[in-house]
């Protein structure tokens, strides 16, 4: 349920995230890589399984890039439940330790 309290231009950071997403490809490609050439096996593992967590994470970034906006509620659609006046009202009170 919507508070209320969201921008009405929120956007989501899959752009950064994409980049980033690219950034760690070439940095984790490159680490295995040159792991494997330097005869680190254990470090080469390491970074082509880092490798496959990015790539996995690259295919879902583009792939809710190419989704495009999702539904949002209309105006008609209120932000928050209305108040119902059959609940007593009560105010917050002092903090214990205070």
């Avoid at 997403?21 to 399984?49: E, R």
């Amino acid at each position: 349920m919507r508070t209320g309290s969201e921008p009405v231009t929120a956007r989501s950071a899959l752009r950064m995230r994409f980049w980033l997403s690219v950034w760690g490809l070439i940095w984790s490609t490159a680490g295995t890589v040159g792991f494997a050439l330097a005869g680190y096996p254990g470090w080469a593992a390491v970074c082509g399984a880092v490798l496959l967590i990015v790539i996995v994470d690259l295919v879902i970034v583009v792939r809710h890039i190419r989704q495009g906006p999702h539904y949002q509620p209309g105006r008609d659609i209120p932000p928050y439940e209305p108040v119902h006046e059959d609940r007593p009202h009560r105010r917050p009170g002092p903090r214990p330790g205070a």
